[in-house]
């Protein structure tokens, strides 16, 4: 990708693509009507007056999660072409001429600040909070878009937030042989693979994980007296430093102990599943899953080399592999 | 007797309670607590309102005033909680006798209640647990992505890298596991009474993560369990002879984890337990030819091994010829898990093995060995752990 396209992309950060915009209609009963029924939301408040006044509010309220759907623009207009030409859809032309021509949608965060009312009248403006770096994902290679939608009412006071999240990528090619699942493969495709149990990140492990996104397996290093350490830790038990840096592994390593896991089941994972734990060249261990081999022929000592899973799009984890079938 | 510490004799065991242990309590926690409180004050011959003490698990959902108001328990002086999962089990009684040996309380009653079979598994892992950004959840971030969630799979990686150093097999695992459902076979309270094992069925049945066959896990329970403790000179007076706890200690060994200290030099042995039995022995004033029997942690048969070594029952790597040379059984050298252990009677995070270890200071257990004067009884294993020494009186 050419630093100019970069630059182009990098414009667009901050900037509002959809300027504030009312509903085409005011919140109102028959919609409620329609999405509770739907929903099969059987809270009073949404519907009878009576009910809602007993929680202490003036009358009903819509539900919160319509508020996106005060906004939408109806079937005619998403069928219709885009058009218009405003900075929206600019950013999507720019976006497919990169070659991120498939979307789906990540992430959407409420925040909601009042309850809406029949009558009120929602508008909505939204503005690029950020634009991800090109990242290979389960779908394909694609870059994140975060956009903030900031909800208004009739009076222009903000009514909900909404942090949204799109990955615009680059399909994949579909492969042929659904019979013939390897880990590897597995991984790339979601649809029929959940989601590895996903590791809880914190100050002291952050760098660890952003690092393996980037296929980068860092051991952590006492700053003052050098010494590697893992799991990682904000200070040297060796020197009550906590100032530390990172080196990053060569890789090599070999297996100090496993398992062969049978029950129970997660369904991130093929079973019988090898865990092991490899000490690394550099000293320190790590545990890690083994690929490329059957767990008979897992031996401890047996040297292995770094390989990487791309779990999700978030997750990509340093694995293991038996040094003869380098490179297969 | 050469006593160095002003804990060891100070205190006793003078009761013991639990509800019965099933797979399906059908009641709440609450009520098991409930129940295997007041059975123990009663079986110590005590009042609820005498006790002013209690102490549990920080895994125990069962707070010590919802305890105290449900049993007619009054006014409290010392309430203390004990973290690390299994490994609290004797660091409770550790608690009590602490507080019971410095006056802060002169009835407590350690507990621990849970339907950990019909409600929330242990044995499930740790894959889809809320997250938050703690030390002790991000410490899972190492392990749970790879598919190493649970305790079977944790003990395992030990298992194999003991098995590599020592030449230990899968049936030195598997002895283990006959000796505690032959005991558990002829214990009424037992989930497994009635129903001992062979070697061949434990070398059958399937594995959970190799090399860990079914067999080698234990049990998951629902169930009560408390133990009420109180000067040595005041349990002379009550409803049966003293188990006097000689000793009580902790343990956290040095680079510790949860269930995965995998980053030492050695991971064969057990250096928290290694540090707990010096202290028990310390405090004493015994060694290990002076203990009877012995109360050892069997969430999983392999960590009984590296234990009976720690202790000083046999050599490093010498256990798995201690077990096949009978000396777990009723008539060896160290009768072992009386009452079937957490593999044949209950999962109650080792505080069921505690009462058994009163049972046999009192000569009531239902595989009563001869002449037991001192039990040696053991909490989890993989964890910051903790240990008794409990004797007779005299």
């Given at each position: 990708m050419s630093a100019a396209y970069e630059d182009r992309l990098r414009a667009f950060v901050g900037r509002e693509i959809h300027p504030l915009r009312p509903g085409q209609d005011p919140v109102n009963v028959p919609m409620i009507r329609h999405w509770v029924e739907a929903m099969e939301d059987d809270n009073p408040i949404h519907l009878d007056e009576e009910a809602a006044r007993a929680t202490g509010r003036d009358g009903v309220v819509a539900p919160a999660s319509m508020a996106q759907a005060w906004v939408m623009r109806g079937y005619a207009a998403t069928t219709a072409a885009e058009g218009g030409g405003g900075p929206a859809d600019e950013l999507t032309d720019l976006l497919a001429e990169g070659g991120y021509t498939s979307v789906v949608a990540t992430d959407s965060e409420f925040e909601f600040h009042r309850e809406l009312v029949p009558g009120d009248h929602v508008a909505v403006r939204e503005v690029v909070e950020s634009i991800s770096p090109e990242k290979a994902t389960a779908l394909g290679t694609g870059r994140f878009i975060t956009s903030l939608r900031t909800y208004h009412d009739q009076d222009g006071e903000v009514v909900a937030v909404q942090r949204w999240r799109l990955l615009r990528f680059r399909p994949k090619a579909k492969p042929q042989e659904p019979e013939e699942r390897s880990e590897a493969d597995a991984a790339e495709r979601p649809e029929e693979r959940a989601s590895r149990p996903q590791p809880a990140i914190n100050r002291d492990n952050a760098f660890w994980f952003e690092a393996a996104r980037e296929h980068r397996l860092l051991i952590q290093r006492c700053a003052a007296c050098r010494t590697l350490r893992h799991p990682p830790g904000p200070c040297c038990p060796e020197c009550g430093s906590f100032e530390w840096d990172t080196v990053r592994a060569s890789g090599d390593a070999h297996v100090y102990s496993f398992v062969v896991n049978h029950h129970p089941r997660h369904p991130a994972f093929d079973y019988p599943l090898i865990v092991a734990v490899v000490e690394l060249a550099e000293g320190t261990r790590l545990i890690t899953n083994l690929v490329g081999v059957s767990p008979e022929e897992v031996e401890i000592d047996m040297p292995v080399v770094l390989d990487w899973v791309d779990a999700d799009p978030e997750l990509s984890l340093p694995v293991f592999r038996p040094v003869a079938q380098e490179g297969h | 007797m050469n006593v160095a510490s002003p804990l060891s004799g100070a205190a006793a065991i003078a009761g013991i309670g639990a509800t019965e242990f099933s797979k399906d309590s059908g009641r709440s926690e609450l009520q098991l607590a409930c129940e295997a409180v007041l059975a123990a004050?009663?079986?110590?011959?005590?009042?609820?309102?005498?006790?002013?003490?209690?102490?549990?698990?920080?895994?125990?959902?069962?707070?010590?005033?919802?305890?105290?108001?449900?049993?007619?328990?009054?006014?409290?002086?010392?309430?203390?909680?004990?973290?690390?999962?299994?490994?609290?089990?004797?660091?409770?009684?550790?608690?009590?006798?602490?507080?019971?040996?410095?006056?802060?309380?002169?009835?407590?009653?350690?507990?621990?209640?849970?339907?950990?079979?019909?409600?929330?598994?242990?044995?499930?892992?740790?894959?889809?647990?809320?997250?938050?950004?703690?030390?002790?959840?991000?410490?899972?971030?190492?392990?749970?992505?790879?598919?190493?969630?649970?305790?079977?799979?944790?003990?395992?990686?030990?298992?194999?890298?003991?098995?590599?150093?020592?030449?230990?097999?899968?049936?030195?695992?598997?002895?283990?596991?006959?000796?505690?459902?032959?005991?558990?076979?002829?214990?009424?309270?037992?989930?497994?009474?009635?129903?001992?094992?062979?070697?061949?069925?434990?070398?059958?049945?399937?594995?959970?993560?190799?090399?860990?066959?079914?067999?080698?896990?234990?049990?998951?329970?629902?169930?009560?369990?408390?133990?009420?403790?109180?000067?040595?000179?005041?349990?002379?007076?009550?409803?049966?002879?003293?188990?006097?706890?000689?000793?009580?200690?902790?343990?956290?060994?040095?680079?510790?984890?949860?269930?995965?200290?995998?980053?030492?030099?050695?991971?064969?042995?057990?250096?928290?337990?290694?540090?707990?039995?010096?202290?028990?022995?310390?405090?004493?004033?015994?060694?290990?030819?002076?203990?009877?029997?012995?109360?050892?942690?069997?969430?999983?048969?392999?960590?009984?091994?590296?234990?009976?070594?720690?202790?000083?029952?046999?050599?490093?790597?010498?256990?798995?010829?201690?077990?096949?040379?009978?000396?777990?059984?009723?008539?060896?050298?160290?009768?072992?898990?009386?009452?079937?252990?957490?593999?044949?009677?209950?999962?109650?995070?080792?505080?069921?093995?505690?009462?058994?270890?009163?049972?046999?200071?009192?000569?009531?257990s239902v595989n009563q060995p001869d002449d037991v004067r001192n039990v040696i009884v053991t909490a989890g294993t993989g964890v910051p752990t903790s240990g008794l020494v409990l004797g007779a009186d005299g």
């Open positions: - | 004050v009663a079986d110590a011959g005590l009042q609820p309102s005498d006790v002013d003490g209690l102490v549990t698990f920080t895994a125990d959902t069962n707070s010590e005033i919802h305890v105290a108001r449900n049993t007619g328990i009054g006014e409290l002086t010392f309430f203390s909680r004990v973290g690390y999962g299994g490994g609290a089990a004797c660091g409770t009684l550790q608690q009590a006798a602490m507080a019971v040996a410095t006056g802060a309380a002169e009835v407590v009653v350690c507990y621990r209640a849970f339907n950990e079979r019909s409600g929330e598994r242990y044995g499930l892992g740790q894959a889809e647990r809320p997250m938050d950004t703690s030390a002790d959840r991000a410490a899972y971030a190492w392990m749970t992505p790879y598919g190493l969630s649970t305790p079977a799979q944790w003990v395992a990686m030990f298992a194999r890298r003991y098995m590599h150093e020592y030449g230990a097999t899968s049936e030195d695992f598997g002895r283990v596991a006959v000796v505690d459902r032959r005991h558990a076979a002829v214990n009424p309270a037992a989930w497994f009474y009635g129903r001992p094992i062979t070697l061949e069925e434990h070398q059958a049945s399937r594995w959970i993560a190799e090399p860990l066959h079914l067999l080698d896990c234990c049990q998951e329970t629902d169930g009560g369990q408390a133990l009420v403790v109180v000067s040595a000179e005041r349990a002379r007076d009550l409803a049966h002879p003293p188990a006097v706890i000689r000793a009580a200690a902790q343990g956290s060994g040095a680079d510790q984890h949860m269930m995965t200290s995998y980053y030492r030099p050695s991971i064969s042995g057990i250096p928290e337990m290694g540090l707990v039995g010096r202290q028990l022995y310390r405090q004493s004033g015994l060694g290990p030819d002076d203990i009877d029997a012995a109360i050892l942690y069997d969430h999983f048969t392999p960590l009984v091994l590296p234990q009976l070594e720690e202790l000083g029952f046999c050599g490093t790597g010498e256990a798995k010829d201690f077990i096949a040379d009978g000396h777990l059984e009723r008539g060896g050298r160290l009768p072992f898990n009386t009452h079937g252990g957490q593999l044949g009677e209950a999962y109650l995070h080792g505080m069921n093995g505690v009462a058994e270890a009163v049972r046999l200071v009192r000569g009531t």
